[in-house]
């Protein structure tokens, strides 16, 4: 039995990732893992830093946000305190790969965190091999009218007070704000065939035995 852990919600506008997540939890679970299930709240989000507050006052906040990032934290306290394996689960939308309809949608992909990513000094200290993103693949469209253009002014202007800190533009990803993958639209149903989750588990469960013979041959 492996501690495993499930993170989802990291961005808030991907919500077949939580889908995956959840239902996999229960397939892991049934499989004899020990599974624990971690929801980002959407107070720790970078959604929520971007849309709170004064636009000086969000792009203050982003300046400190990869110090402060919650699922970051809950790699860390899992992977490295209780040597659980963390999967991140994403449905990123600039992930053409993964959003093309061109693509069957059981064309998921999983690996290791970025370490090397200079970005946040934060990942650099996660230990390797317990940290893996899941990215799978889903449909966008644009966030509800009635917020598009505010969002839009909204990132335009916190990017502008970001700058004026003296630092260098940050890539606020757009996508995350003024898209999203809504569950229930029809095209969306062959996104959620239980067929991709229990790949999902599958794959995920393959990482996880081979994680117990690697740490079985270490004194
Ligand atoms: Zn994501």
Known sequence: MAKVVLIWNEHPNENLAGYHARRCAKLLSDMGHEVVVEKVPFEKTIQHVVLSGTPKEAARALADYERKCAATALMKKYGMM??????????????????????????????????????SSEILFLPKGRNYYVDVPATY???????????KKRLEQVQGEFTSFGRATRNLHPKYFLEVNKLGAPEQEKYMDPAITMKIANEIHQILEKGKRTNKRKP
């Open 141 to 151: 469209h644009p966030v509800a009218p009635d917020l598009l253009e505010g969002r």
């Open 82 to 119: 209780q040597r659980a394996t963390v999967f991140n689960f994403h449905a990123t939308p600039a992930n053409e790969k993964a959003r093309s309809h061109n693509n069957p949608p059981h064309k998921f992909s999983i690996g290791s965190e970025p370490f090397a990513d200079a970005l």
